[in-house]
């Protein structure tokens, strides 16, 4: 028997209504993520990678629809999910990281707060329990402080420590599937070696979408990496083979226009 993966993308059409008919955004995109695996899914602005992963993450804006396809999570089709359906399920299957940290935070609430609210609306925990749950995610995360920054408003960390206090807040309810979005574009490239690190060590357990421009941030830490243009995927496989014979020559000029990967690579 042959398991399946943990998330399955089959066929997918995301498509924007305009008045000459609906038009294609993302186009026919298949995709699959194992358990323990990281997938980068790879290419230039505007080519269609942020609504893969929020209809892989089931948070598409209202102005946009799947228009053909599958989105299978943990062996559960999830495209087809009423927003009362699928809403329990966000933040227990899934955990979402973004490019800017401090953007994802409410300012007038300390970090604590927000995953402490998290752990106890996905897992029932009292207070005391959730606010222990918070501070152990927290100190996983390596966060300053006996209490592990818990108190702290986003404003008082810094990029990094921020970004990952968003990677414990996406992982405090031990969701099998990570999308992370840009995590270190918004940071300097010492930290950004640091996240990677880290997203490296939580991918162990679960399935992880990382979702970049540079492809030299995928090769660093990612299995295999898929290349998307004009929202199409161009070609899928094992990094080192992307890597070393890319199929298509867009994958050849993301190849040239990474010079962070050797040192990235180098580094981790
Ligand atoms: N809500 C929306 N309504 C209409 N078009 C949209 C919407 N969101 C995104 N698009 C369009 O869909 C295409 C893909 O956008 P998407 O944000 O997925 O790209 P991306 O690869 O993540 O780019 P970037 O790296 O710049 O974020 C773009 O042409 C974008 O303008």
Known sequence: MTLQPFLEVRDLTIAV????????????????IDSGEILGLVGESGSGKTLTAF????????????????????????????EAQGRPMQGRDVGVV?????????????????????????QGLGADEARARAIVALRDMRLPGENASIDCYPHMLSGGQRQRAMIALALINQPGLLIADEP???L????????LAVLKRASAERACLLITHDLGVAAA???RI????????????????IL?????????????SAPSRRSLMEKL
């Open 98 to 122: 973004f490019q800017d940290p401090l953007s994802s935070f409410n300012p007038v609430r300390t970090i604590g707060s927000i995953l402490i609210e998290s752990v106890r609306r996905h």
């Open 244 to 256: 070393s014979a890319p199929e298509h020559p867009f994958t050849r000029e993301l190849i040239d």
């Open 226 to 241: 898929a290349v998307l243009k004009d929202g199409r995927l161009l070609e899928t496989g094992p990094t080192e083979r």
């Open 55 to 82: 209809a892989v993450a089931g948070l598409l804006p209202s102005s946009v629809r799947v228009a053909a396809g599958e989105i299978i999570r943990a062996g559960v089709r999830v495209d087809r999910l009423s």
């Open 184 to 186: 270190t574009t918004a």
């Open 188 to 195: 300097d490239p010492t930290v950004q070696l640091q996240i």
């Open 17 to 32: 209504d305009t008045p000459a008919g609906p038009h294609s955004l993302v186009d026919g995109l298949s995709l699959a």
């Open 221 to 223: 830490i990612c299995d």
